[in-house]
């Protein structure tokens, strides 16, 4: 009997292992077919993966100078132009979320965002891994994610939300938005003489040209407030009736512009002018900048805003 049952189980050990293998190749081969039959949003709509591309170039640029540390800023891009009877009709992979406000502008409009806790360096390489595509509902209070995967968008998307509502609202032709955090510009806000309106904008158009012609209308200076609150979402909106850019005191930057490339350049080009302002003051000196009539005749030139 002893012998009859060590031969059993010599006899059911390669039949277990031959059951436990097929199964682990099955598994794999469903594996496989499940990766190769998912399909992404950007598949075979190249305008809308040119838009969700440009945002993962930005995100790499943010990371790469300094201004993106851990998951710090946050994109989100109106991508209803881009979207066809197929993703209109997708279903919901999420449950509904609540905006927290009533965003009348919205309602059937369709964005990009980055997800939560989710880093800028790993946008740029993997932007539907680590953001999401997201439908406003008719109530235009609430939204639903359809694609690629329930990531749930920043924290701060009702202020963002809320800022696209406000563009659409007056018409302008503006679709990103993107906060972030350059260094020399908060640095800047550490000091209240730079925070009474304008003292910024004057300094930093003063320290190159270019920085006028493509930051036309200025920055904003918002007075120190809690992140993602209502406060500084309803402090934003009301700067960017005036701005492009605002500063959000010893916290950031947010831009808003057609595309979002436009509105890193706007960030970039200011940042620039902060860094010669702070060259200039390690080597000893107060930078003279341009005067009041070179930047005019740079307005009249070139048909600016201000």
């Not at 749930?152 to 963002?160: G, I, L, M, Y």
């Not at 200011?270 to 702070?278: D, E, F, H, R």
């Amino acid at each position: 009997m002893q012998h009859s049952g060590k031969k059993l189980i010599i006899n059911i050990l390669p039949a277990t292992e031959k059951i436990f293998n097929i199964c682990y190749i099955c598994k794999l081969q469903n594996n496989q077919i499940k990766t190769r039959n998912m399909k992404s949003i950007l598949d075979n709509r190249p305008e809308l993966a040119h838009e969700v591309n440009k945002v993962a170039e930005v995100a790499g640029y943010l990371w790469q100078k300094g201004w993106a540390e851990r998951n710090g800023g946050n994109i989100t891009v109106n991508i209803t132009e881009y979207v066809d009877d197929e993703i209109r009709n997708m279903p919901a992979i999420s449950e509904v979320k609540q905006i927290g406000v009533t965003l009348p502008h919205l309602k059937g409009c369709y964005f990009y965002c980055k997800g939560t806790n989710m880093r800028m360096r790993d946008l740029a390489r993997r932007p539907m891994d680590n953001g999401s595509v997201i439908r406003i509902l008719d109530d235009c209070a609430s939204y639903v994610i359809i694609a690629d995967k329930p990531v749930q968008p920043t924290s701060e998307v009702p202020s963002h939300l809320s800022v696209h509502n406000f563009l659409i609202g007056k018409g302008s032709p503006y679709k990103a938005s993107v906060h972030t955090h350059p260094i020399e510009l908060i640095a800047l806000s550490h000091n209240k003489k730079f925070m009474e309106k304008d003292v910024a904008t004057n300094l930093l158009w003063s320290m190159i040209p270019e920085t006028k012609a493509f930051c036309p209308r200025g920055l904003g200076m918002i007075p120190y407030a809690l992140p993602s609150s209502v406060e500084l979402a309803e402090a934003t909106i009301k700067e960017l009736a005036d701005y492009d850019v605002v500063m959000w005191e010893k916290h950031g930057i947010f831009a808003v512009d057609c595309d979002v490339m436009a509105a890193f350049d706007q960030i970039d080009v200011l940042n620039k002018s902060a860094l010669i302002y702070i060259a200039a003051k390690n080597m000893g000196f107060e930078p003279d900048g341009m005067s009041q009539e070179q930047m005019k005749e740079m307005s009249v030139a070139f048909n600016l805003p201000k």
